[in-house]
C-alpha cells in the first residue's frame, strides 16, 4: 500500500529563515495532498494542498511543489516566524478526497527567535 | 463554528476494560473519523463514517466499534483495552465533495495500565 516518508524529521532554524520540507510518496495512484500543521497543545490543521494535476501551489507564505514523475513534494515557508513552529504532515491519497488518506510521520519545525 | 470537541481529553483505562470515547461536531458535516496517534508516528485511519454508513480500515476492523447515532455525534469504542492501544485518539469531520478539509479535534489521550 501507499507509504509516505517525510524528511528531515525535525529542523531548527532562526527567525526569518526559509524552510523546506520533503515528502516522498510511492503510490503513483495517488491524486490528493493535503498537508497539515499541529502548534504545540493546539489540534491539527489545514494549511495547504495540491492535486496531481497541478505543479504548484502558493499561498501567503507557503509554496507547495509537486512532481508527478519523481513522486515528491516539498513545502516551502518563507519568512519564518517563531508562530510557525509546529509539526508538518504530509499526506496521500487514490481519491481525490479524505478517504483513504495515509500520512507521513510529521516534520518538528522549531523556530528560534 | 468549526469545532469538533472530543470527550474526555484524558482516559485513564484498565487492561481488559472496555473504552468509550466520544465526538461531536456541529457544522453538519456528513462524514466522521477516527484516528490513533502515536509519538513520532503518524496518524492512522481506523474508521469512518459517511452518513450512517461505517467503513472500518482492515487491519483494526475487529479492534474497534463506532457508533453515530445522529448527525453530530460519533463514538469510538474499545471492548478490551490492551497496553498497545494508549495513544491520542482523533476525531475529524469533513463533508464529501472534491476533498474538502479535516477540522480535527483536540484529541483524547488514552493510557491504559
Known amino acids: 500500500g501507499e507509504q509516505v516518508e517525510q524528511l528531515p524529521s525535525s529542523l531548527i532554524v532562526q527567525e526569518g529563515a526559509s524552510v523546506l520540507i520533503n515528502c516522498s510518496y510511492t503510490?503513483?495512484?495517488?491524486?490528493?495532498f493535503p498537508w497539515y500543521k499541529q502548534e504545540p497543545g493546539k489540534r491539527l490543521q489545514f494549511i495547504i494542498d495540491?492535486?496531481?494535476n497541478m505543479e504548484r501551489k502558493q499561498t501567503q507564505r507557503l509554496t507547495l511543489l509537486f512532481d508527478k514523475k519523481t513522486k515528491h513534494l516539498s513545502l516551502h515557508i518563507t519568512a519564518t516566524q517563531p508562530g510557525d513552529s509546529a509539526i508538518y504532515f504530509c499526506?496521500?491519497?487514490?481519491?481525490?478526497?479524505?478517504?483513504?488518506?495515509?500520512w507521513g510521520s510529521g516534520t518538528k519545525l522549531i523556530i528560534k527567535p | 463554528d468549526t469545532t469538533v470537541k472530543q470527550n474526555p481529553r484524558y482516559k485513564l483505562a484498565r487492561v481488559g476494560k472496555p473504552v468509550n470515547l466520544i465526538c461531536s461536531q456541529t457544522?453538519?458535516?456528513?462524514?466522521m473519523y477516527w484516528y490513533q496517534k502515536k509519538p513520532n508516528q503518524a496518524p492512522k485511519l481506523l474508521l469512518f463514517?459517511?452518513?450512517?454508513?461505517?467503513?472500518r480500515e482492515a487491519d483494526t476492523f475487529e479492534k474497534f466499534q463506532s457508533s453515530r447515532p445522529n448527525n453530530s455525534f460519533c463514538s469510538l469504542y474499545i471492548g478490551s483495552a490492551g497496553l498497545e492501544y494508549s495513544a491520542m485518539y482523533l476525531c475529524?469531520?469533513?463533508?464529501?465533495?472534491?476533498?474538502?478539509?479535516?477540522?480535527f479535534g483536540s484529541g483524547t489521550r488514552l493510557t491504559v495500565l
Open positions: 503510490d503513483s495512484a495517488s491524486v490528493y
Open positions: 499526506s496521500a491519497s487514490p481519491m481525490d478526497s479524505n478517504y483513504q488518506l495515509i
Open positions: 463514517y459517511y452518513d450512517k454508513i461505517l467503513n
Open positions: 475529524a469531520s469533513s463533508s464529501i465533495g472534491s476533498a474538502e478539509t479535516l477540522y
Open positions: 457544522m453538519n458535516h456528513d462524514t
Open positions: 495540491i492535486r496531481s
